[in-house]
């Protein structure tokens, strides 16, 4: 028996389709695939994907992808054809997500949340009939932040494929704690109530009908046909979790960085002659915070520790601290690759950010999580559950807090077992393999997961 969703399955409207003639043919007639990415112009959202462009593109399959210019040349790094966005309203780099001015709390909420999904809706609609007049795309695979896909399926588009960016316990799993005030974070009821008719009056342009009332936030970011998971239930207990049609796959595997470059002290962490402790603000929130909140209590706290602290620091602040004497165990630079770092890590202090701590616990390296915005205070209490690290429950914790949590990391090696055992159970899957099989088997059926 199927559990219940109250996701809805998008009918096409009556008007133009805009699936490709390659539908009408069998799968097993098909040469290949062609499929449409899309993606907020984030690190965090662009890196999970390219993997499984690069993996589409190796079977033989066409990808073109929808992006900010900043990602262009990541992007064709994958095999992957780029597009840049048409309209800088669906460019994060050009109109970045933040709460309009002088908002707070639930006001605050609700604003950011419409400058990230409903304001570049219509727009993302637009450039998605723009690209598939030049490539008719048998699928479409989007990250979570976008409304323009569910939108464009209801009205003709293709099935389209969501891939996880944080955690489902936001909102399936209201027993634990999200971090924020019950009215104010995204999902809750009240932020529903605002939210919702936000969506409606941009629906109501392209002639599509209001949303039920028991529409949720979640069914926004989750695609009715396939969702891809970036964990496995070792980490987020899938106990709560009523969607038919989620997948499982594990964490997308990294693409090193095109032009990274080690530093000069590289050698001191590859000889592994130091216990190594990495901190970190993650992608998206170094570029609009300064380090004090994290990076500089953090080298405070263990300058006299028997360790080698390195930190990747916010852009704004890197040039003060390179200039700067820095305690003789502390290597500092603007960005490494955790794909090629985090080998030779012993424990990583980090804000929470989703794929930052995917990243950590792929390496098996045990945490110290400092993060209560947007998903992280969700991603910090799940690392304390599975026994993976500490939650200091607080973005900016104190001296005494970072040193102690470092200390009994360091001493008390059941959290290096239980990120180990995480590791292990992550390994046992090839997400990109994976998750092409099943976007190729969505293809395939025509319908969605869900159904079958």
């Known amino acids: 028996m199927k559990a219940e969703s109250n996701q809805r399955s998008p009918k096409q409207t009556k008007g133009t389709s805009f699936h490709s003639p390659n539908a009408l043919m069998s799968f097993q007639e098909k040469a290949k695939m062609k499929i449409l990415f899309s993606t907020f112009s984030g690190v965090g959202h662009v890196n999970p994907f390219c993997a499984i462009a690069t993996e589409l593109v ?24 780029f597009i840049p966005w048409n309209s800088p309203i669906c460019d994060a780099d050009v109109t970045p997500g933040k709460p309009d001015a002088g908002t707070s709390g639930l006001a605050a909420s609700v604003s ?44 003709g588009g293709p099935k389209y494929v969501t891939i996880s960016l944080q955690p489902r316990i936001n909102f399936d799993h209201p027993n634990l ?18 939210f919702r008719p936000l969506i409606n009056t941009a629906r109501a342009r392209l002639g599509l009908n209001p949303l039920p009332g028991t529409f949720r936030f979640l069914d926004a970011m989750t695609s009715p046909y396939l969702h891809l998971m970036q964990t496995t239930t070792a980490f987020e207990p899938a106990d709560k979790i009523q969607v ?33 402790v990495h901190v970190t603000q993650g992608t998206y929130t170094t570029e609009s915070t300064n380090s004090e909140t994290l990076i500089q209590p953090t080298i405070r706290a263990l300058e006299h520790e028997d360790c080698l602290v390195v930190g990747t620091v916010p852009a704004s602040d890197t040039e003060a601290f390179l200039a700067r004497t820095l305690p003789a165990n502390v290597r500092i630079e603007r960005f490494i690759p955790h794909l090629d770092l985090l080998p030779f890590v012993d424990i990583m202090i980090t804000n929470a950010g989703y794929n930052g701590v995917l990243a950590a616990l792929s390496h098996g390296v045990p945490l110290v999580c400092a993060g209560i915005s947007e998903d992280k205070a969700d991603m910090s209490a799940l690392v304390a559950q599975c026994g993976a690290g500490i939650n200091l429950k607080t973005d900016r914790p104190t001296e005494a807090q970072i040193l102690d949590a470092v200390k009994t990391i360091r001493n008390d090696l059941e959290y290096a077992r239980q990120a180990k ?3 292990d159970d992550f390994a046992r899957h090839d997400s990109a393999v994976e ?16 159904e079958q």
């Open 244 to 276: 038919p049609q989620l997948r499982f796959v594990g964490p997308m595997r990294a693409m090193s960085a095109i032009d990274f470059i080690p530093p000069k002290w590289w050698a001191d962490i590859v000889s592994r002659k130091h216990f190594v």
């Open 435 to 450: 998750s092409c099989d099943l976007i190729e088997d969505l293809v395939k059926h025509n319908g969605s997961l869900s």
């Open 177 to 194: 704690p999200v971090g924020q005030e019950q009215g104010d974070y995204w999902g809750s009821p009240a932020f529903m109530e605002e």
């Open 421 to 423: 055992r995480i590791q």
């Open 58 to 81: 190796s079977r033989g399959h066409e990808v073109h992808w929808l992006c900010g210019p900043r990602f262009r040349d990541r992007i064709s790094a994958t095999g992957a054809k």
């Open 112 to 155: 950011q949340a419409r400058v990230i999904f409903v304001d570049p809706m219509l727009e993302q609609v637009e450039d998605y009939k723009r690209a598939l007049k030049l490539f008719a795309a048998d699928a479409m695979v989007v990250d979570m932040f976008g409304l323009g896909a569910m939108t464009f399926a209801e009205m």
